[in-house]
């Protein structure tokens, strides 16, 4: 089965300046990912292809879901992303960061799978101000509040703190 992530290029190396607009929603499966974070819903991808003396440059979006949870709270989070893609292709990669245009044809799928897996959270938040959960009682401060006291305090300071108590104050 054919992917229609490759896109054949030889009319546009043939004359510098020639575009071709490549748009289409896939299959996430079809990234094959291997992350779990990325959902089954399609993936959607417009980009437009501009042939260069030396390459073909590749401009775009593609979008896709992820889902998660937070980091502080565990809440199932998902949401739709949507990135800017702009990437090179060459046949003769003179830039390390140039994705390499096999026989006529170039495979946008590693770079697309690339630049969304990039763009996924590592740590989502449900909200900015999330409180998450009690480190003494477990509960969870987003719906309740607890009697814990959180005060921090450094072991190591604890001989300080008994020398800091057993000294007079000098205004007495």
């Given amino acids: 089965m054919a992917t229609p992530l490759i896109v054949n290029v030889v009319e546009l190396l043939r004359w510098p300046g020639t575009t071709k607009d490549v748009v289409l929603s896939i299959a996430a499966t079809d990234l ?6 990325i959902s089954d819903e399609p993936v959607d991808i417009n980009l437009h292809l501009e042939a260069l003396s030396n390459g073909v440059t ?3 979006t593609t979008s896709a879901t992820w889902a998660g949870e937070c980091r502080r709270c565990l809440t199932p989070m998902s949401a739709r992303m949507t990135i ?7 046949q003769m990669p003179d830039d390390s960061e140039a994705y ?4 006529d044809q170039i495979n946008l799928l590693p770079m697309v799978r690339e630049n969304l897996l990039l763009a996924v959270p590592l740590g989502p ?3 900015e101000d999330c409180p998450g959960f009690c480190p003494h009682c477990g509960k969870d401060l987003s719906e309740t509040s607890c009697s814990c006291d959180n005060t921090v305090t450094d072991p190591r300071w604890a001989a300080l703190e008994t020398l800091k108590g057993s000294l007079k104050d000098p205004s007495e």
Avoid: A, H, K
């Fill in 32 to 37: 094959e990912f291997g992350e779990s974070r």
């Fill in 58 to 60: 590749v401009n775009g």
């Fill in 84 to 90: 800017e893609l702009s990437e090179l292709y060459q």
């Fill in 100 to 103: 390499v245009i096999d026989n």
């Fill in 125 to 127: 938040l449900c909200r």
